[in-house]
């Protein structure tokens, strides 16, 4: 399973990537709304795209040749980013707090990911004892609230 998660990580982060660099107007309106469409925002989507697929790709390629660790932190980094980014926006009126929570969400599944996948890089972890692990983790934070 570990190994069908990461594929699809890195394979979700190419098509994403993609879809806002080819459909900029549209992604940009699914992901942040009436204003997401603007013209200036379709620059930023597409350059959002390029910098998604360029990281989904390192990671695909890296893990061929045994170097894909660093792009699995820069996507982490650059995911992490992304929640100061919708945490910013929500505060500054730039966007409705539900599109950010769903966006701080899908950053920080990213980010989490990529921290563990550079990990287990190194030091050769049981990715599916760290999973599990994860997964109980969720479970009680979801039992809580």
Do not use: C, N
């Not at 190419?14 to 900029?24: C, D, K, T, V």
């Not at 926006?89 to 989490?112: C, E, N």
């Amino acid at each position: 399973m570990p190994e069908q998660l990461k594929t699809a990580y890195q394979f979700s982060r190419i098509a994403i990537g993609a879809a806002a660099f080819l459909a900029p107007g549209v992604f940009g309106k699914i992901a942040f709304g009436g204003e997401g469409g603007g013209r200036g925002s379709a620059v930023l989507s597409r350059m959002a795209g390029i910098r998604d697929i360029a990281l989904g790709l390192g990671q695909v390629l890296g893990e061929r040749h045994g170097s894909a660790r660093g792009f699995y932190e820069g996507a982490a980094l650059a995911d992490i980013g992304d929640m100061f980014a919708f945490g910013i926006g929500v505060l500054t009126g730039d966007i409705s707090k539900p599109k950010a929570v769903v966006g701080m969400a899908v950053a920080g599944s990213g980010a989490a990911l990529g921290i563990l996948y550079a990990r287990a890089r190194d030091t050769g972890d049981d990715l599916d004892a760290e999973l599990a692990e994860l997964t109980r983790t969720a479970a009680a934070v979801e039992d809580m609230g």
